[in-house]
T-cell receptor
């Protein structure tokens, strides 16, 4: 039982490049989330998916898109990376919407030059 | 809106010292309160939680009591170990609202032998 997995672990991009961060969970959870973590800022929610087939914006969605590919997978796409998107990105899941304990992946460290 | 305020770190202690990390919150509904811990290079994991006023969450020697009158959820441990060195996040989930968690900025704890 791997829990929540994320790929890649680390990525370097040049400004303007695009990439997709992958997240998968094997706990049969319905809800999934993407956060970014910046020094001194805690975690900020980018997008979430309350259930398969739905996605919604969080606190800081600009510059990102998401896809809930199926129940297991929730990807985050940067269409044109900017240095301000340098951060650590965490995916999380919960058994259902309103079930409050979050289960986190190990994170993806992204550097945009 | 909802918010969580944590004491700034780093908190530096010697092994076996008493730990307190302060957390206060504002919420519009009836929040559940959480402490998550992040070890170096890893994602966040739930440490403890409390779902209603006067509840005490506890795990691995850590405790926190949900104080509605002071809107606080301070984390305590009687005797810290080097292995407790990590970043600790206070969070809330508003059961009367959207259930989307709100995180504090995190407090780094460094324990010296």
């Amino acid at each position: 039982n791997a829990g929540v997995t994320q790929t890649p672990k680390f990525q370097v991009l040049k400004t303007g490049q695009s990439m997709t961060l992958q997240c998968a969970q094997d706990m049969n959870h319905n809800s999934m989330y993407w956060y970014r973590q910046d020094p001194g800022m805690g975690l900020r929610l980018i997008y979430y998916s309350a259930s398969e087939g739905t996605t919604d914006k969080g606190e800081v969605p600009n510059g990102y898109n998401v896809s809930r590919l199926n129940k297991r997978e929730f990807s985050l796409r940067l269409e044109s990376a900017a240095p301000s998107q340098t951060s650590v990105y965490f995916c999380a899941s919960t058994p259902g919407w309103g079930q409050e304990t979050q289960y986190f992946g190990p994170g993806t460290r992204l550097l945009v030059l | 809106g909802n918010s969580v305020t944590q004491m700034e770190g780093p908190v530096t202690l010697s092994e076996e010292a008493f730990l307190t990390i302060n957390c206060t919150y504002t919420a519009t509904g009836y929040p559940s309160l959480f402490w998550y811990v992040q070890y170096p290079g890893e994602g966040l994991q739930l440490l403890l939680k409390a779902t209603k006023a006067d509840d005490k969450g506890s795990n691995k020697g850590f405790e926190a009591t949900y104080r509605k009158e002071t809107t606080s959820f301070h984390l305590e441990k009687g005797s810290v170990q080097v292995s407790d060195s990590a970043v600790y996040f206070c969070a809330l989930s508003d059961k009367g609202g959207s259930y989307i968690p709100t995180f504090g900025r995190g407090t780094s704890l460094i324990v010296h032998p």
